[in-house]
């Protein structure tokens, strides 16, 4: 990236793949874009590290648009005049990227289309009308043929509860269970 505009001052941006925050000077930050936030961060040529505050600022580019992101506010003697972009916010404007601005138009032939199978849609008359069935359903091809119900086998409807638990008890392959 070359230039964008960094709170409405424009400024050349440089790519810091080092940095996981992005770095400003104080020269570019209003007093009401501080969020009281700090950040500890270890500045290059410098062993120590530093408590430095956070500030809000809003990146704009006709490359990625509009963006509002975090910055580590340092002193002027660093980078004054060049915004250092940070991997965080270089993340974003990938992201920003391949989201596309689409400007779709609607002709008058898609809109009477539109406007027509919406009406096809709530009219009563069409509603419940299907074409074309979701599930055929087709007999069985594999008859099963049953032998008939002998009538001198004693129903299981006519056992009682009773009848059913004492032979239950009395039945040599169910005696462990019990």
Same mark, same amino acid.
């Given at each position: 990236?070359?230039? =964008?505009?960094?709170?409405?001052?424009?400024?050349?941006?440089?790519?810091?793949?080092?940095?996981?925050?992005?770095?400003?000077?104080?020269?570019?930050?209003?007093?009401?874009?501080?969020?009281?936030?700090? /950040?500890?961060?270890?500045?290059?040529?410098?062993?120590?590290?530093?408590?430095?505050?956070?500030?809000?600022?809003?990146?704009?580019?006709?490359?990625?648009?509009?963006?509002?992101?975090?910055?580590?506010?340092?002193?002027?003697?660093?980078?004054?005049?060049?915004?250092?972009?940070?991997?965080?916010?270089?993340?974003?404007?990938?992201?920003?990227?391949?989201?596309?601005?689409?400007? =779709?138009? /609607?002709?008058?032939?898609?809109?009477?289309?539109?406007?027509?199978?919406?009406?096809?849609?709530?009219?009563?008359?069409?509603?419940?009308?299907?074409?074309?069935?979701?599930?055929?359903?087709?007999?069985?091809?594999?008859?099963?043929?049953?032998?008939? =119900?002998?009538?001198?086998?004693?129903?299981?409807?006519?056992?009682?509860?009773?009848?059913?638990?004492?032979?239950?008890?009395?039945?040599?392959?169910?005696?462990?269970?019990?």
């Amino acid at each position: 990236m070359s230039k =964008a505009l960094v709170n409405n001052v424009q400024m050349p941006i440089s790519r810091d793949t080092g940095a996981s925050i992005d770095l400003v000077s104080r020269n570019h930050v209003r007093s009401e874009d501080f969020t009281d936030e700090t /950040v500890w961060v270890k500045q290059p040529l410098d062993l120590n590290f530093t408590c430095l505050p956070l500030a809000r600022i809003e990146l704009q580019s006709s490359d990625f648009g509009r963006i509002v992101t975090k910055a580590t506010v340092i002193e002027a003697v660093f980078v004054d005049g060049v915004y250092l972009l940070g991997n965080r916010t270089a993340d974003l404007i990938a992201k920003q990227k391949l989201t596309s601005n689409v400007n =779709a138009v /609607v002709t008058r032939s898609q809109r009477e289309r539109l406007e027509s199978t919406k009406r096809a849609e709530t009219d009563p008359t069409t509603r419940g009308i299907v074409s074309k069935p979701a599930i055929v359903v087709e007999p069985d091809p594999i008859v099963i043929n049953l032998p008939p =119900a002998e009538e001198t086998a004693p129903s299981l409807l006519k056992v009682s509860a009773d009848e059913f638990i004492v032979t239950q008890r009395e039945c040599d392959s169910l005696k462990p269970c019990f």
